[in-house]
């Protein structure tokens, strides 16, 4: 009996899971209809009408047009002329249109529920310029800007291709509309037959060798305001054309240039907190950062960030960062970096890193990297790196990929054990160091330092190293200065390309802390003369000086 009656309950339970899921897929499916309906429905100004009327009053023909849009019209007949008789053919056209052409654009429109309203445009000095901007096939062009290039006013058009734009009434022989796309040709309207326009712009044909540049460049662009704004469609739609003497921002887009400020160039821009514009001719000051689209000089002075599209030239400061997404010819100082995806004529200060991704030619200076591909002139930094090198650089580590580079493995009268990593250039070069003597694992005799040096050619398989280095000299711990100074001329025969051989006499100068008594036995397996003695008894320094040698193999 338990066994039937658990077979019950459990049909029962699958009973109820299966209508429920039934019932979850109908409200499912019927939420997904509802939402698709809702995403597809057009607005009743925007539904695209095929209709003809032959001298039939106005009163009529919006009967007529209630019909085919199914909505209702209000209006006052008391206002509106609807007793005179209009004409006209329209095929596949906006709602919106028609009913401008009906009213030869002195009626304006605004929809309510199912009603559109139509009342009469009000007379102020400013006309409202409204229409659509469409492609060669009639279809509305979204985000296109259409701007007066007088007033700096300017709009964008909607996903159905429509806009509106207030204007100063201008005269007929002054007017001026400019509408821009990407990828369509800029058009200029130079006349205005009534306050509705149909304006159609012709796609540009595809240039595949400026495309492959322009997919190449995208990357170099760097956005922190919002990427759907009209500001930054009206920028990617314009050219830098426009011209004034100054400019004042408090963001983005809110000044003096309004939403086309990145198509404008200035000579002076001030920006309170940003700016963003087609580039500076003078100078820009700017409270937290300045964008640039094109070309930027002679000064250019941002609290944190500083950006520049184009070249540039002059003196370019922040407190944190500067891109120049061209060549710089100028001085950069950052307090965190400086980068150029081109080439830097100039010099590059950073309190971190210096970035130039072509040739270099002046001075990079940062507390930790500096970077350039052929670099023409000084390096001054922890980590140097470059493709080639015909100047100096100066670090800890200096990498350059067509440089000298070598592996070290020597002795010398203190330290049996030696391994050195030399980079740069023959002409010029870095070494890091280590030493070590195994007298006692408990307590080792070791050392590490650095060093700098020149290696001229000799022969056709022969070089001559001139060097100067530093080594600190510890046994266990470093606990007080032990720092032995050396100064070695020696030769190199490089056996096969990647192996050679070295030896040469040192030069040796020790520096030594006199109240410390722990230091290191400097010679135990050779006895060297030493020739100079030295105590500084005020400072607790003392000094010594001998003759030495270091000889070994080193791997290129």
């Known amino acids: 009996m338990n066994q039937i009656k658990f077979l019950f309950e459990v049909k029962a339970v699958n009973s109820c899971f299966c209508g429920f899921s039934r019932l979850l897929f109908v409200l499912l499916a019927a939420w997904l209809v509802s939402f698709a309906s809702q995403a597809q429905e057009v607005p009743f100004l925007e539904k695209k009408l095929t209709v003809s009327f032959d001298q039939e009053p106005v009163e009529s023909v919006l009967k007529k047009l209630e019909q085919e849009a199914a909505c209702r019209f209000s209006y006052s007949p008391s206002v509106l002329e609807v007793k005179r008789n209009f004409s006209g053919n329209f095929e596949d056209r906006p709602l919106r249109e028609v009913l401008e052409t009906v009213f030869s654009g002195e009626v304006q429109f605004k929809t309510k529920g199912n009603y559109v309203i139509l009342t009469p445009k009000p007379k102020k000095e400013e006309v409202v310029i409204s229409g659509y901007v469409v492609d060669e096939k009639g279809q509305g062009i979204r985000n296109a800007t259409i701007y007066d290039p007088i007033t700096l006013k300017s709009s964008t058009t909607d996903q159905f291709g429509y806009f509106e734009l207030e204007v100063k009434n201008p005269a007929e022989e002054n007017f001026q509309l400019i509408v821009n796309k990407k990828n369509y040709s800029d058009t200029l309207l130079m006349e205005r037959k009534s306050a509705f326009q149909k304006i159609r712009l012709k796609a540009e044909e595809i240039d ?22 009209k500001g930054v469609r009206n920028s990617q739609n314009l050219d830098s054309t426009l011209s004034r003497k100054v400019q004042f921002t408090l963001v983005p887009f809110v000044g003096s240039n309004k939403k086309i400020s990145g198509a404008v160039v200035n000579d002076f821009s001030f920006n309170l907190i940003g700016g963003y514009s087609g580039g500076t001719r003078v100078a820009e000051l700017g409270g937290v950062f300045n964008i640039d689209r094109g070309e930027v000089s002679w000064v250019q002075l941002a609290g944190l960030y500083n950006q520049v599209g184009g070249q540039t030239r002059g003196i370019q400061l922040s407190g944190l960062v500067n891109m120049g997404l061209d060549s710089v010819k100028a001085f950069q100082g950052a307090g965190l970096i400086n980068l150029t995806t081109e080439s830097l004529q100039g010099v590059q200060a950073a309190g971190f890193i210096n970035y130039a991704h072509q040739d270099v030619q002046g001075v990079q ?66 070494m890091l160091q280590a030493g070590f003597r195994p007298e006692s694992l408990d307590t080792p005799t070791w050392s590490f330092g650095y060093g700098i040096g020149t290696s001229p050619m000799l022969g056709k398989n022969s070089f001559l190293n001139l060097e100067l280095s530093a080594d600190q000299i510890s046994n266990g711990s470093v606990q007080a200065l032990n720092l032995v100074s050396k100064a070695y001329a020696g030769i190199e025969f490089q056996l096969q390309k990647n192996f050679g051989l070295f030896a040469g006499p040192t030069l040796n100068w020790r520096r030594y802390d006199t109240g410390f008594s722990g230091h290191p036995e400097l010679f135990s397996y050779t006895d060297p003369s030493i020739f100079y003695e030295s105590e500084n008894v005020g400072r607790g320094l003392a000094s010594q000086l001998w003759m030495g040698f270091r000889a070994g193999f080193r791997f290129f």
């Open 208 to 229: 595949w060798q400026k495309l492959g540049k322009s997919v190449s460049e995208s990357a170099k662009e760097v956005w922190f305001w919002t990427k759907d704004s």
């Open 365 to 430: 200076m940062s507390a930790f990297l500096n970077r350039g591909r052929k670099v023409s002139g000084l390096q001054l930094g922890l980590v140097n790196v470059a493709d080639s090198l015909s100047g100096v650089s100066l670090g800890l580590i200096n990498w350059v990929r067509n440089g000298y580079r070598t592996l070290e493995f020597g002795a010398n009268e203190m330290l049996p054990l030696n391994l050195a990593f030399r980079s740069g250039t023959r002409r010029f070069y870095s």
